[in-house]
């Protein structure tokens, strides 16, 4: 990976020079490689730079504080729909949806009651709930994506009362401490770097001040390492490769958080929001889930990356940078993501041979008609599976599940039609003639909708 390390140590230290960065730290984690870390620069204090000094991560916080959410769900202590009241006593706006408030379209307005970002102070937990009579709702629910830091803490703090503790004591038994995030703290502690505000005209640097965010912490507290977070963003992208025991969160759960809930902008789709996940689509079929954040001082950038031939399991990326104004932080962590998997891919497994499929699925493998178009039904790694013949190159082929003693009604449990039912008909010798998926009909010959055969005698 030499030639490669040093690509990507040329990417950073290009961003680092040109965008005037104090202090600049990166770790790439992918499952098949050594963890790769690159740091530029110097901390502005005392400390020396390297790849693990703490920076402030702002709003990566939010992913943090989305997955005890989900967790929450996941142990049955509420459901995505119930209205934060039923779990927070809120003077306000208690109507409003867990699932509203994850993916940022509940129209609660940005902030806290108060100008924080200006006064430097940030309420207390009684005085965040306190001030909700005064906080407007700027849209109406579901309308469209707004940004709130209001309604992430909100959700932080419905997440301690219901484990009977604080964000930051459930924060750190169920996620700090099972995944090893040693790095990961409300703190800046000893050793870490400090952020600045680097004046537009000169190369002059100006620390900023350490913001105590008070209550509005399970939106953007957090310090953390580079090399910690880049775990992080693997473990978003592929829970399955770093918690496959679903000790954290199961699987299926991040698969919900990352599929799409909104867009960010109604005219440009190139970025959209999950549940508490920024989703950024690349060509191929890939996509980089993740969040950036920011805070005086620091900017931060954190994604894993999904899909397309050449991504390695378990890739995230962590780019982490002290100054407050260096954009090239957001679009450093997607170049690094797609150079790694560009100039370094992952091992093409080869292929093996396998089982056969079942006897009662033997037969109904090969081309079927279904609303005018062609289908390829085959058994591949111990599953039946279906494409239409004009799929584009790389969509993922529909994945069917037997019913338990019912053979001929499967599920679709992936790709299209997911969650509809595949039901097989079969002639008085057994052999399979006729298929219904989402009730349409499939046939072995092009049919129309009123059983016109092309292909039959007049």
């Known amino acids: 990976m030499t030639d490669v390390a040093a690509r990507l140590t040329r990417l950073v230290q290009r961003a680092q020079a040109e965008a005037r960065i104090p202090a600049l730290t990166v770790a790439l984690h992918r499952a ?12 502005g204090n005392a400390a020396r730079l390297s790849a693990d000094t703490p920076m402030r991560m702002g709003s990566v916080t939010k992913t943090f504080t989305a997955v005890l959410v989900m967790q929450c769900r996941q142990d049955g202590l509420l459901d995505l729909d119930d209205p934060i009241s039923r779990h927070l006593d809120v003077p306000a706006h208690g109507e409003l949806t867990v699932r509203r408030l994850l993916s940022h379209t509940s129209g609660l307005q940005r902030e806290p009651y108060g100008d924080v970002w200006d006064t430097l102070s940030a309420p207390d937990v009684r005085g965040l709930l306190a001030d909700l009579e005064r906080v407007e709702r700027v849209l109406p629910p579901g309308r469209r994506f707004h940004y709130s ?28 401490e099972p995944l090893a995030l040693s790095s990961v703290t409300l703190r800046s502690g000893p050793g870490a770097a400090t952020g600045f505000l680097v004046d537009a005209y000169s190369d002059h640097a100006h620390p900023e001040p350490e913001l105590d965010l008070g209550a509005v912490a399970p939106a953007a507290q957090l310090w953390g390492s580079a090399p910690d977070l880049a775990r992080w963003a693997a473990f978003l992208a592929d829970p399955a490769a770093m918690d496959p025991a ?3 969160l199961s699987a299926p759960a991040l698969d919900e958080m990352r599929w799409p809930a ?6 440009a789709w190139n970025s ?3 549940l508490g996940l920024i989703l950024v689509p690349m060509a191929d079929r890939v996509v980089h889930v993740g969040h950036d954040g920011a805070m005086p001082g620091f900017l931060a950038s954190v994604y894993g990356r999904r899909g397309g031939p050449d991504t390695a399991p378990a890739m995230g990326v962590a780019v982490l940078g002290s100054s407050g104004t260096a954009g090239v932080v957001n679009e450093l962590s997607h170049q690094l993501l797609a150079a790694a998997a560009e100039h370094d891919p992952p091992r093409i497994a080869a292929w093996t041979p396998g089982e056969p499929a079942p006897a009662p699925y033997r037969e109904l493998l090969g081309r079927w008609w279904g609303e005018g178009n062609e289908y390829v039904f085959g058994w591949h790694d111990g599953a039946l599976r279906a494409h239409a013949v004009d799929a584009p190159a790389g969509k993922p082929p529909a994945v069917f599940a037997p019913l338990p003693d019912r053979p001929d009604l499967l599920r679709t449990v992936s790709g299209r039609e997911v969650g509809e039912l595949l039901r097989l008909t079969r002639d008085g010798q057994g052999r399979v003639v006729r298929m219904h998926w989402a009730t349409y009909r499939f046939t072995r010959r092009q049919e129309a909708f009123d059983g016109f055969d092309f292909r039959a005698p007049d």
């Open 246 to 248: 679903g000790t954290v």
């Open 149 to 176: 830091n209001l309604g992430m803490a909100l959700l932080g703090h419905l997440v301690g009362r219901l484990r009977g503790g604080t964000w930051a004591e459930v924060l750190a038994e169920r996620i700090l």
């Open 32 to 43: 098949d490689r050594p963890l790769w870390r690159c740091a530029v620069g110097t901390t």
């Open 272 to 274: 959209g929001f999950g």
């Open 262 to 267: 909104t867009v960010s902008d109604e005219a």
